[in-house]
């Protein structure tokens, strides 16, 4: 969880798992796109960073952050040799309930997936009050959640 005072983005990679010969499917939202594409370059660095080969992660893009349980079983199917999945969206808080019904879909959604898969689903999709907040957390002063996200992905392949 993040807090005022860390930086997402701080890891040791000497002390994850070896990676290098695994596959990892990251599925991206396309709505604030902004944010999504600050955490996918989060998320590809640290995995590239801890020695995953390019050819071995594969991208999907969805349209909203709604999207990201299917498209992330979709993969799943497809690819069931994947070491993890990283699900990446943004959701803002705006003027109507909204915000709850899709946070919670999602939350809900990825959480059935982990339970009913073969393979961890990463939830890394930011639920902020404002532009601002999702800033400093996909790059900003709060470092990128797709760092932590990616990482998350490698400790999950000790299982």
């Known amino acids: 969880m993040a807090t005022e005072n860390k930086n997402l983005s701080q890891y040791d990679k000497n002390t994850l798992p070896n990676v ?8 991206v939202s396309e709505w604030n796109e902004t944010i999504t594409e600050g ?6 660095d640290t995995l590239l960073d801890c020695k ?3 050819e071995n992660i594969i991208r999907w893009n969805v349209p909203g952050s709604f999207e990201l349980i299917y498209g992330c079983k979709k993969m799943m199917d497809k690819f069931p040799n994947l070491a993890g999945i990283i699900a990446i969206g943004s959701v803002i808080q705006g003027e109507t309930k ?3 019904f899709v946070c919670e879909g999602v939350t809900h ?3 059935d997936l982990n339970i009913l ?28 959640k797709g ?6 992905a490698i400790k999950m392949t000790a299982y």
């Open 147 to 152: 760092v932590e996200a990616a990482v998350a």
């Open 109 to 111: 959604g990825i959480k």
């Open 20 to 27: 290098s010969q695994l596959s990892f499917g990251i599925v």
């Open 39 to 44: 955490l996918f370059q989060g998320a590809l």
């Open 98 to 100: 909204h915000f709850d």
């Open 52 to 54: 995953v080969s390019p």
């Open 117 to 144: 898969g073969k393979i961890p689903v990463i939830f890394c999709v930011l639920t902020d009050n404002n532009m601002q907040q999702s800033l400093d957390r996909s790059g900003g002063k709060h470092g990128n």
